[in-house]
């Protein structure tokens, strides 16, 4: 089970992997499922990863970014599943407030397709991997 595990996450990873931007220094994974898809991505590609957490722990480092450094860097976001896009929203303002420079998204499943439009207004750009309606297409097909 757990090969298979991690075989799943490093195809997901092959094929997110060209959506990753050019000029992205550091690979962001939101708490919890974007750390894992973050981790495979990361050995794909090559970049540092972060991994965020929804606050700061109030313990050890006392950092809300665990990991590579975010400060002044070009920041992609990755999230396993977007839904409305407010987690995204909350932790790309929480990664700026330091200096981190985060323009882009990357998700595995949209789920909704409603989340582009809360990022787009951050100015944050949304990529998915797949959407809902691909899922839906698939099983039926």
Known sequence: ?????????????????????????????????????VTALGRHTGLPCAFVGKQAKPYGTCRLAEGADVVGR?????????????QIVLSTADLRGPGAVVNEARCVIDREQGGADALAAEG??????????????AAAG
Do not use: F, N, W, Y
């Not at 070009?74 to 407010?86: A, Q």
């Open 1 to 37: 089970m757990v090969v298979a595990l991690r075989e799943c996450q490093l195809k997901v990873a092959q094929r997110m992997a060209p959506l990753v931007p050019s000029g992205a220094e550091v690979l962001a994974g939101l708490e919890m499922g974007g750390i894992p898809v």
């Open 124 to 137: 944050i750009s949304l990529l998915s991997l797949l959407t809902a309606e691909d899922l839906r297409t």
């Open 74 to 86: 070009r920041v992609l976001v990755v999230k396993d599943v977007l839904t409305s896009g407010g």
